[in-house]
């Protein structure tokens, strides 16, 4: 079983900065993708950011060029950079992994991410 813990969120202003840490139970080099989803209350979960196992990377039209997804395969954990925030980009946000092959999907806990002044 892989266990996903999501970290990172809280409360900010309009224009700033959070980063979110996602840490796997297992090596992250197993998944075929990794991503972070979010969930405002009220509206279906939405893919924010995801990274494949050879490096692709895509983003929702939304976050383009004020989100960054990355990883780090020693720590066996993926990050969300997230600048220039608005108060539309409040909502649960959760890390998502993959298994090769489609063999698996796992979600983490979530953590809330609330922008506003």
């Known amino acids: 079983q892989v266990e996903l813990v999501e970290s990172g969120g809280g409360l900010v202003q309009p224009g700033g900065s959070l980063r979110l840490s996602c840490t796997a139970s297992?090596?992250?080099?197993?998944?075929?993708?990794l991503g972070w989803y979010r969930q405002a209350p009220g509206k279906d979960r939405e893919l924010v950011a995801l990274?494949?196992?050879?490096?692709?990377?895509n983003y929702a039209d939304s976050v383009k060029g004020r989100f960054t997804i990355s990883r780090d395969n020693a720590r066996d954990t993926i990050y969300l950079q997230m600048n220039s925030l608005k108060p539309e980009d409040t909502a649960v946000y959760y890390c998502?992994?993959?298994?090769?092959?489609?063999?698996?999907?796992?979600w983490g806990q979530g953590t809330q991410v609330t922008v506003s002044s």
């Open positions: 998502n992994a993959v298994g090769v092959g489609g063999r698996g999907n796992w």
């Open positions: 297992g090596s992250i080099t197993s998944f075929s993708v």
């Open positions: 990274t494949t196992a050879v490096g692709v990377k």
